[in-house]
């Protein structure tokens, strides 16, 4: 067996070993039984050598040894000498006396999907990340987030409310959060709006799930920036709607070529303020088109307005929520991005007859969002310790912006070419210079701890540019200097 | 216009006023325009006198006319002398330089609505409390939960974890959460799965509608307990599920009933430890017999094992997941009644072939479960704080609901007979002697600030009980005592 396939077998099972406590032979014995007897491992399948293993893990050989002798004796391992250890048959596999916590049963055979599972099956997903690394996309500065002043926040709330912060919240959301939402989306980014248009939900993934559950039909057409935000398309895709990629200029999204391709589309996702991922800036006239094109055709628009808390140099465009006169825009934030991923706090604002579908369906989907965060933003808000971070964030990312652009011109000259227009957002997206694999580009980073998304995975038609989207938020300059340099050396 | 109309229509937007800084009538005068500019309070509609309004809200007349004054004076309402008030045409109300800011679009007119969102629009979705009154049911004892305790929880994992509390976290729940909970499924309820089967979700509600997405496609015939949980109904005819009506006996689920009405059903749910809203037991026998109808036809089970911590008098039958040998079972679990509403923390266990399925499920739906509460949660659960506020609430309980049945037999004598079986839950279902109109009975009920259910409610077919589903578990034996006498009272 080759060592990186079992370090990709087994690594999500094994990591953390250090940090528990117990013997570390024992810890991995426990483990690896789990993997077996829950099918996770299933039988016959061929573990690495232990010398293999015990490189992988960073843990001496003597271990390994020690954890597969236990499997052994125990009848789930079979070892032979020369060519390793195989799982042993299920059979095998169960305790003498099956206790009814030992999941001992057979692993049942995978069910046929049928249409829903298997759409949600075969949808792309953003990934996740759950480590910081450097140049991830998107990942806040978490060693500067003012951890005490919310922990701060988190304990007045608690302890000025009570059992009042225990019971069952408003299904729309924590009224003073939506006020508070309300103030803050009108003065910096001029959307009209009462505080009860603004629904509180856990991020912008759940606001676009709920859009498309509840505006799109299967078949429906919706035009999507080409390229554009994967999460977005599997929330579409995943109600059966049609995605119409409509490609993308120095401009925004090319409206012409929306109302050649599907003149009927329901519904346009944009990312106007900073194009995710080009980081484009969608223009005044384009604006306007799309509104009349949505206004005219009762198609709506939702605007996705991601990051639009960070530019660097020049004034924000208000966002375009702000000129709709006809009641066709869905507006979209979200706290996890200028806060921390972990919070779960986005919003939604919607024209107002649309307010109370809206409430239901998040009831139906998860009947509230946790009210201690809620209250604790609300909190975080109304004392000013929102607009401070916002504000300090802005000087530290539009100093690692630079670190990262000069770094990659320094060592790539021009390898990559940077397409944004706008200083602007917590990533940037460079072009390859020629013809390059980008996907094979962004595993070789991954070697080397980097990690990158490939831009042409943001397609989806089949002219795609090869590039790469990279995060320059989440780390300091030295860092995404060190981080360019070995990116260039893959190349 | 006559007073009750006045309070039901201003209340939710006038609610608080004394909470908040500022004069009262600037507060007021605020709240209306923001009212009116939204379109919340449309052009035309007539306004209370200032004597009804300043009793409704417990404020001066002098609030009152100071604040419809000032509105008057923008052009906002129009005021007749003797006639009262009208809010004044939208022409009027735009203020003369129209900001970006000020939310002076006219109302858009409700759009029509398509399928999707109708299903939604029709749904009867289960009432969620926000208060917490007398009889309400499953509301926990908040007062009694360990507060301390849990901030310490809180503080203690959120010093710990620091930075890697703030990231990302892993789609199907925070790893020690998942251990904990499969220990804890495995220990007190006999379920057999290892951690990996553990899916973190924020409510029941939430796993009823995953499982809806996944599983279930449009058509498909559901067995739902007759008379059954609202909530679970939403969930699954929202997806567009047809619900067949099984009955419920003394010993559960009539799964011969079953059998004729839709032997095809791709999904039964249920609630076997203390059915909804009944409050009956289902027997051993009736657990095999639904097993084995799921095994031979290739049909899902969801176990909902709400309020199965609850037993105070005999032994729990363990879940039915641990009987099931072919991979049938989802059991579903909450942390949302037996800690707190608000937590929004509850878990899904599917079987091994589910796993990645559910895991892409939740990610689409909401990415994933916010990671501090989870991380409390697993600590509360490790140092034993869990296990021994259940048996506090156990106690406390078992006394809540013997005072309960007590004071209605001794007010009601045979005009109420009680359902349930067992003692056990968090509320009981009593039935109305003779064919009273039980609908009718909880809105008097409701006139004296008791938060009651009509059993008729709970029933898909026209064959319905009457009756009303009672919480014990909110408050103390005096209020619970004199809730009965005030709920005999309007018989």
Chains 1, 2 share one sequence.
């Not at 989907?365 to 109304?382: K, N, R, V």
Request: contains cysteine.
């Amino acid at each position: 067996m080759p060592r990186g396939a079992s370090a990709a077998l087994f690594l999500p099972q094994l990591q953390g070993l250090r940090h528990e406590p117990g013997p570390l032979h024992r810890q991995l014995y426990e483990r690896l039984r789990q993997a077996i007897l829950t099918g996770v491992l299933p039988a016959r399948s061929r573990l690495p050598s232990t010398r293999a293993l015990a490189a992988d893990l960073g843990v001496s050989r003597n271990t390994v040894e020690l954890a597969f002798s236990q499997l052994d004796a125990e009848g789930l391992l079979e070892r032979r000498v020369g060519s390793g250890s195989v799982v042993a048959l299920p059979e095998h596999a169960r305790p003498p006396h099956g206790s009814p916590r030992a999941p001992t049963r057979r692993p049942a055979p995978a069910p046929p999907l049928r249409a829903r599972a298997r759409r949600v099956a075969e949808l792309t997903l953003p990934d996740q990340p759950t480590g910081i690394l450097p140049l991830t996309p998107c990942m806040p500065a978490l060693d500067a987030f003012p951890l005490s002043l919310w922990r701060r926040s988190l304990q007045r709330q608690g302890r000025q409310l009570g059992t009042r912060l225990l019971t069952y919240g408003e299904e729309a959301g924590w009224r003073p959060l939506r006020e508070a939402v309300a103030a803050y989306v009108g003065a910096s980014r001029g959307v009209r709006c009462g505080w009860q248009q603004v629904l509180i939900v856990s991020s912008t993934q759940q606001a676009l799930d709920l859009v498309s559950r509840l505006l799109l039909e299967e078949g429906d057409a919706v035009w999507m920036e080409e390229p554009g935000y994967l999460g977005a398309r599997a929330a579409f895709s995943s109600v059966g709607a049609r995605l119409v990629p409509v490609p993308v200029d120095e401009e925004g999204l090319r409206v012409d070529a929306g109302l050649t391709r599907a003149p009927k589309a329901r519904l346009a996702y944009v990312t106007p303020s900073y194009q995710y991922p080009l980081g484009l800036t969608m223009s005044f006239a384009r604006r306007l088109a799309l509104l009349e094109w949505a206004r005219a055709s009762g198609a709506w628009v939702v605007e996705d307005d991601y990051d639009s808390e960070f530019r660097y140099t020049s004034r924000p465009l208000a966002a375009m929520q702000g000129l709709d006169d006809s009641g066709r825009v869905l507006y979209v934030g979200t706290f996890n991005k200028v806060m921390f991923p972990s919070l779960r706090l986005a919003y939604l604002v919607v024209p107002e007859p649309l307010v109370e579908p809206f409430r239901r369906a998040k009831s139906l989907a998860d009947g509230h969002t946790p009210l201690l965060s809620q209250a604790a933003m609300a909190d975080f808000m109304e004392r000013g310790h929102f607009t401070a971070h916002l504000r300090q964030m802005r000087l530290l990312y539009a100093e690692r912006r630079e670190a990262l652009l000069d770094a990659l011109r320094r060592h790539a000259g021009d390898r990559f070419q940077h397409v944004g227009s706008v200083e602007a957002g917590m990533h940037v997206a460079v072009k390859l210079a020629g013809r390059g694999d980008d996907v094979a580009l962004v595993e070789r980073a991954a070697g080397r701890g980097l990690d990158t998304r490939p831009l042409s995975a943001h397609y989806l038609g089949r002219k795609r540019a090869s590039g790469l989207v990279l995060g320059f938020s989440g780390v300091g300059p030295a860092a995404l200097r060190a981080a360019a340099a070995s990116l260039v050396s893959v190349l």
